[in-house]
């Protein structure tokens, strides 16, 4: 991938490539930025600048030869580590080189993909994966070898907060003295759950959410009218992965918006009502069949609804983005009901419940204890 492939983010390219050509490379970077914004686009084509040198104009005079490895994703110096778990495929032990062939499809096909998509990839999305120590000791073997061209040996870790802690301690000494010519290059989407020990020896670099303009150009370019991708990309708030998913209308977020429209009217009517109170525990159960993963992405999801109910509330509506396009539920309508009085419990109860999902909780218990507190929070009134 080369950086004319990458969306938008000129001023990061140039400090990139800048940085290449004058030979101050970081031998340990991390690049923080929120889905949809191409982190890992941008890492691919900031690695092969690197490795082939410059090709197009913007690299001219690149190793043809490496650039066509890079086109295949099959480049010896370059390695990738990845959130993994045991699945059909692999029983036991599962480490990211199980994966390779998958990974290869999912950077050609998904390359602004999100965890999400990868999970469901690899037929995982009912597990939580992560980077463990088996995952940490492959990548001391392979960066313990020499360089097959003679040049850079990277490690591009995707999702690195994913790494849990004795990975990281096994990474920590390798990542501070990495052996000559050698890039760690890590990608999170949350640098809040990055181990301060790594961070510290990193030099970080922070990718904002891509603009609605270069977001509306690329959806024409896939065939969209203007008129519609703009609509798209104001949506999508700066998330080109979303953006895709809701052209295809492929995006998780659509059986997110048919849970939370059903969840929120079963707690509007729960008051005083039993059988509503059984709708909502009917509709734990059902939330509860999905994998964590899929329970965690949607519960961060309610989140952004309810601080986007907040912002409308509030008179904040240029800010305002989301749209539910089911069962005609209008967000205007339901604004009224967040409110100072009752946004920073909400905010609190659908955190814990995350926490505790992420913690292997049981899901019916944490999910039916969330309804029926989301049920008291809606009713409490305004300030």
Not at 271 to 287: P, R
Not at 313 to 318: F, K, L, P, R
Request: aromatic share 8%; charged share 25%; proline share 2%.
């Amino acid at each position: 991938m080369l950086f004319k492939d990458v969306l938008g983010l000129d001023h990061i390219k140039t400090h990139l490539a800048s940085s290449a050509d004058g030979g101050r490379i970081a031998h340990a970077q991390l690049f923080v930025g929120a889905e949809g914004s191409g982190t890992l686009p941008m890492a691919l084509a900031y690695v092969q600048y690197l490795v082939c040198g410059n090709i197009e104009g913007e690299n001219s005079g690149g190793d043809e030869t490496c650039n066509l490895k890079f086109d295949s994703l099959s480049h010896p110096d370059v390695h990738f580590a990845f959130p993994t778990s045991n699945s059909e495929k692999i029983k036991s032990r599962a480490v990211s080189n199980h994966y390779m062939e998958e990974w290869r499809q999912f950077l050609k096909e998904q390359p602004y993909g999100n965890l999400f998509d990868w999970y469901r990839l690899i037929g995982i999305e009912k597990k939580q994966g992560q980077i463990g120590v088996d995952e940490a000791m492959d990548v001391v073997k392979k960066l313990a070898l020499k360089s097959y061209e003679g040049g850079y040996k990277v490690m591009i870790i995707w999702m690195a907060e994913k790494m849990n802690t004795s990975a990281a301690n096994k990474l920590l000494k390798l990542i501070e003295e990495p052996p000559e010519k050698t890039l760690f290059l890590l990608i999170t989407e949350d640098e809040e759950q990055i181990l301060q020990t790594i961070k510290s020896r990193c030099q970080i670099l922070h990718f904002p959410p891509l603009a609605e303009a270069i977001i509306a150009d690329a959806l024409v370019k896939k065939g969209l009218v203007r008129e519609e991708a703009l609509r798209l990309a104001h949506e999508a708030n700066g998330n080109f992965n979303k953006a895709l998913d809701l052209m295809n209308n492929d995006s998780e977020d659509l059986v997110f918006e048919k849970w939370f429209v059903q969840w929120v009217r079963s707690a509007f009517k729960a008051t005083g009502n039993k059988s509503a109170i059984h709708d909502l525990i009917m509709w734990g159960e059902e939330v509860a069949k999905t994998g964590r993963e899929t329970q965690k992405k949607f519960l961060k999801y309610c989140l952004a609804v309810m601080r986007q109910a907040l912002l409308l509330n509030y008179g904040a509506e240029e800010l305002a983005y989301m749209k539910i396009h089911v069962d005609n539920f209008q967000l205007e309508k339901f604004a009224p009901f967040i409110h100072e009085n009752n946004i920073m419990s909400i905010v609190e109860e659908l955190e814990d419940a995350i926490y505790h999902i992420e913690r292997n909780g049981n899901s019916k218990i944490i999910l039916t204890d969330l309804s029926i507190k989301l049920t008291r929070l809606l009713h409490r009134k305004a300030a």
